[in-house]
């Protein structure tokens, strides 16, 4: 016997994954065209749904971009949490945190056009957003824990800023996709080649790991040594 519980929790699952597939409709549209480009009626076509029921369930084109961009970025948070790096050594975590990053950005792939399309744009939207900016000191915290587990027990060097290293592992993770094309044609090589990638993943890693993991000093002592003698 159906509870009468069941018929109130349908039309609120119908609602949800409507409203999701309006976002993600929307996210494929926005990230191919950018706001200005964005047309209502193909993001209600590609959603199985009509104009109507995008502004009933967003408003206007403003609300639906902003809702796309902080579920865009509360989607890769959510991952990140998932990782519980609290539960793993430093080495381990980090690594598993990069090769996360990279991971995501390759294979989502309306994150880096999203994101190119808001800066491009000044940031207009993020900055009307409550939601963005909370979505990020839990990861920064996540990352000052490793920092300071690893530095505690010498696997790690010790001063490096949490914020600065995430924006260095995203940049590592992210030019070779937002500049894909042109940095094609410069090398005459598709980055997009699987087996590049994984080169290239394989290079991240290991460039975030020897920056943590190799002291100041000893890097200018290795870069005294293989400089020629002066006359």
């Known amino acids: 016997m159906k509870e009468r519980g069941d018929d109130e929790k ?3 699952r119908d609602a949800a994954l409507t409203r999701q597939r309006i976002l993600d409709a929307a996210r494929g549209e926005f990230s191919l065209h950018g706001y200005s480009g964005g047309r ?8 199985g749904a009509n104009v109507q029921m995008i502004y009933r ?7 639906l971009y902003l809702a796309v961009l902080e579920d865009t970025y509360g989607r890769i948070r959510a991952l990140e949490r998932q990782l519980d790096l609290a539960a793993h050594p430093p080495v381990d975590g980090m690594r598993r945190l990069v090769e996360f990053t990279f991971d995501y ?8 056009p999203i994101i190119r399309n808001e800066n491009v744009a000044g940031g207009r939207f993020a900055k009307r957003s409550k ?7 839990p990861l920064v915290a996540a990352i000052k824990d490793l920092l300071e587990r690893g530095g505690a027990a010498g696997a790690f060097r010790a001063g490096v800023d949490p ?17 894909r094309h042109t940095l094609s044609v410069m090398f005459q090589h598709d980055l997009g080649d699987p087996e590049w990638l994984a080169q290239r993943r394989r290079h991240v890693v290991e460039v975030v790991c020897a920056y943590l993991t190799k002291g100041p000093s000893e890097g200018r002592d290795q870069e005294r040594h293989h400089q020629p003698a002066l006359p």
């Open 105 to 112: 950005l390759v294979e989502n792939a309306d994150f880096v």
């Open 10 to 12: 349908a039309p609120r």
């Open 40 to 47: 209502m009626d193909r993001i209600a076509r590609a959603a």
């Open 163 to 179: 914020m600065q290293l995430y924006v260095t592992v995203l940049a590592l993770c992210f030019t070779h996709l937002s500049n």
């Open 57 to 63: 369930y967003f408003g206007g084109k403003d609300d």
């Open 131 to 137: 939601v963005v900016p909370n979505t990020t000191p």
